[in-house]
């Protein structure tokens, strides 16, 4: 298996602009979770979906973030309008529900950086 | 609600001396325990775990042990090498179809040759 993959791996756009980051969960896991590092913060879980449905969005930092998960392959985060703020690397996850213990594995990761 | 507390770093050492990152958690229930490593420009991996008390998980030469009494699974390794540099974190999780976690803040170390 591939793994986890995000497209693209890095991000430049200019305050303002639209940006849309994606990600391809392995292929039978059933979560999917999204996350944002930064040096100030650290690891911040942003949302994450089961079986496709959102069941925790409280991290979200505000509305111009909104995150989708068409269906049991495919993700995406937006952000729009953009801020220099947002600047950081997104990260998603996904996992199986195998029991107690399951594991996340981690996409390589998205920098995002915002002038 | 859930947290998990670990060590402040960064920690520097030399190669071949002992390691020892502290974590401590909070929750209720038997939450599963984690370690997950970061490696320079790569996203989490995870490098041990323990799902129950006195459990000990172990890899890559790292271990650490399920301790319900103390709240903690501190991490050690007995002889460091350069190739450890990378960020640590210590991870819970709920269990019973909650499969989120709850990270810790993460530790930076550095093996100096």
């Known amino acids: 298996d591939a793994g986890v993959i995000q497209s693209p791996r890095h991000e430049v756009t200019e305050m303002g602009q639209e940006v849309t980051l994606r990600c391809k969960p392995i292929s039978g896991h059933d979560y999917l979770f999204w996350y944002r590092q930064t040096m100030m913060r650290g690891l911040e879980l942003l949302i994450y979906?089961?079986?496709?449905?959102?069941?925790?969005d409280s991290g979200m930092p505000e509305d111009r973030f909104s995150a989708k998960m068409p269906n049991a392959s495919f993700s995406t985060l937006k952000i729009q309008p953009s801020e220099p703020r947002d600047s950081a690397v997104y990260f998603c996850?996904?996992?199986?529900?195998?029991?107690?213990?399951?594991?996340?594995?981690f996409g390589p990761g998205t920098r995002l950086t915002v002038t | 609600g859930d947290s998990v507390t670990q060590m402040e770093g960064p920690v520097t050492l030399s190669e071949e001396a002992c390691l020892t990152i502290?974590?401590?958690?909070?929750?209720?229930?038997?939450?599963?325990l984690f370690w997950y490593v970061q490696y320079p420009g790569e996203g989490l991996q995870l490098l041990l775990k323990?799902?129950?008390?006195?459990d000990k998980g172990s890899n890559k030469g790292f271990e650490a042990t399920y301790r319900k009494e103390t709240t903690s699974f501190h991490l050690e390794k007995g002889s460091v090498q350069v190739s450890d540099s990378a960020v640590y974190f210590c991870?819970?999780?709920?269990?019973?179809?909650?499969?989120?976690?709850?990270f810790g803040t993460g530790t930076r170390l550095t093996i100096i040759p």
């Open positions: 991870a819970l999780s709920r269990n019973f179809g909650n499969e989120k976690l709850t």
């Open positions: 323990a799902t129950k008390a006195d």
């Open positions: 502290n974590c401590t958690y909070t929750a209720t229930g038997y939450p599963s």
């Open positions: 996850a996904s996992s199986f529900t195998g029991g107690i213990g399951s594991e996340q594995y």
């Open positions: 979906f089961n079986n496709n449905v959102p069941i925790d």
